[in-house]
């Protein structure tokens, strides 16, 4: 039996009890348990100082898990009655499965089964250990616990005669490029519950007279297209992530990354997808949570993957929230969404758009429908402000949020096929899918992607100044905060123009 002194925390690994939930007693011992260890790199990677992207085969070599660490991880946690199911030198990844008993004694923890709404699953709270052999070379400890870790950030409008927009005439009021369809592009998205039905897709974008896109579904985890036949489900959130891409960039091949909502599924999810071949240009995450809901170890593992798809030139958008300044807390202090938060990701927020298409646009403000949600948007209080954004007028304390914005008021949403019928929605998650086919297009022209695009987007930059390739908007506030000309916490540098973005990023 191994001493105290055997044993090392795990920092930032510390889990509040799941309140929640009804607590059934202790996990059977004999249950199977999966987590994912994620180990240190093996040098410090500086994204934003890279001359280019680099090949996968680079990444592992440069800035992944040495074979030593990968090793000696497969050692002591075989020793410890676990079976070690994947080993990714890349992302820095080993999946890890065993009984209960073994998963607990070998990570410090005791787990207890809990019914949350219609399922039941393992939780666990308090802090992690690992054997002291491990100590140094592990950065976070995911899984054991199943609590759902993020929400889709998507609103269904509540009224059946709402209009809204196909996504197509969104982007041609923010002027995406002609000549241009993602063609040769493949775009992940990212989905942590729901599915999407083939019909669904082919009614849809014949509907619209679009070319069908190649739509893939693949499983991690255990997760599957396995859609629930309720639009207001999460199959709202994966038919518009779908829907917006393949209507806005139909060249564009878009693998659709099932995974269970969990910390581990989210992580193995984003990490599978950034890894692949071929590499994606973008990655499209609607799913979220308030930083102070997400374990430091979480969020530390996260941001890491992020920077490792922007060394491989893939560009990661993730919707701000759907809550306002406090992202739905009831602390009364104010809050941002992770991982948008995350330095390497690109934030996007929400506008209300008042138009006619093709490109007559009446008016665009911040979202922020009475009682209908609003945008996120505010002051990281765990990430600094990165370089690229130092100059921009963020308010003191942390990383600002978002970093750009698109339409999002469900009032003024869009259009599309869920389970076979129409609907009209709303929410920062139809503006991570949007900014992501945008990507697709713009890399299309430019022959390459973009990476850590921030260090163009944020160029020259100045509090008050509006940046070339945006739209300043400058009415409206999401709570705590107001939009004003240049940067600001609701709307980041605006909406974009596709044509003038086409020029900024060749």
């Known amino acids: 039996m191994m001493t105290e002194s055997q044993w ?6 510390r889990r509040p009890s799941f309140t929640a939930a009804e607590v059934l007693g202790p996990v059977d011992p004999d249950a ?3 987590a994912t260890v994620v180990l240190r790199r093996r040098a410090a990677l500086d994204a934003a100082a890279l001359s280019g992207p680099l090949t996968t085969t680079e990444l592992a070599e440069q800035y992944g898990a040495t074979s030593d660490d990968l090793d000696l991880a497969r050692t002591v946690l075989t020793d410890a009655g676990l079976t070690v199911t994947d080993l990714h030198a890349g992302s820095r990844r080993v999946s890890v499965r065993g009984p209960a008993r073994a998963m607990a004694a070998t990570f410090g923890t005791e787990l207890s089964q809990v019914r949350y709404g219609s399922g039941e699953f393992p939780v666990r709270s308090g802090e992690l250990q690992v054997p002291a052999a491990l100590g140094d070379a592990v950065v976070a400890v995911l899984g054991l616990d199943e609590r759902p870790q993020a929400r889709a950030q998507f609103r269904l409008h509540t009224d059946a005669a709402a209009q809204g927009f196909t996504p197509d ?5 923010y002027g995406f490029p002609a000549g ?12 942590l519950g729901g599915g999407y039905r083939p019909e669904d897709l082919e009614n849809y974008f014949a509907g619209l007279k ?25 199959d709202g959130e994966v038919l518009l992530d779908i829907e917006v891409i393949g209507a806005l960039a139909p060249g564009a091949a878009q693998v659709v990354y099932f995974a269970p909502n969990t910390d581990q599924g989210f992580l193995d999810a984003v990490s599978t997808a950034i890894h692949a071949t071929p590499t994606p240009v973008a990655v499209s995450i609607s799913w979220g949570q308030s930083e102070d809901q997400w374990t430091e170890q979480a969020r530390t593992a996260m941001d890491q993957a992020f920077a490792d798809a922007a060394a491989l030139g893939v ?18 202090a104010q809050h941002v969404d992770f991982p948008a938060s995350s330095p390497h990701a690109l934030a996007c927020g929400g506008t209300r758009l008042d138009g006619t298409p093709p490109s007559t646009v009446d008016s665009e403000t911040v979202w922020n429908t009475s009682g209908g949600g609003a945008t996120g948007g505010g002051v990281s209080d765990v990430f600094a402000v990165p370089g690229f954004q130092q100059p921009a007028g963020v308010p003191s304390g942390g990383r600002g949020v978002p970093d750009v914005a698109g339409n999002a008021d469900p009032a003024t949403g869009y259009r599309i096929l869920v389970d076979g019928q129409q609907a009209v929605v709303g929410g920062t998650s139809a ?16 022959g390459h992607g973009f990476g850590l695009v921030h260090s163009k987007l944020y160029a020259g930059v100045g509090a008050g100044k509006v940046q070339p390739g945006f739209r300043d908007i400058t009415q409206g506030g999401n709570g705590a905060f107001s939009a004003a000309a240049g940067w600001d916490a609701c709307t980041g540098l605006g909406v974009p123009d596709g ?3 086409q020029k900024v990023l060749s």
Do not use: F, Y
């Open 8 to 13: 090392v925390s795990i920092s930032g690994s």
């Open 32 to 34: 199977t348990i999966t």
């Open 169 to 173: 005439q969104v982007g041609s009021l």
């Open 180 to 191: 241009t369809d993602g063609t040769g592009q493949t775009v992940a998205v990212i989905e």
């Open 210 to 234: 679009i070319a069908e896109p190649k739509v893939t579904a693949a499983g991690v985890d255990g997760g599957k297209n396995a859609p629930a036949g309720d639009p207001d489900s999460a």
């Open 315 to 332: 560009t990661v958008c993730c919707a701000s929230g759907d809550n306002g300044s406090s992202d739905g807390q009831n602390d009364g």
């Open 431 to 446: 503006v991570s899918p949007l900014w992501a086919a945008l990507l697709s297009r713009l890399a299309q022209s430019a």
């Open 499 to 501: 044509t003038a973005l």
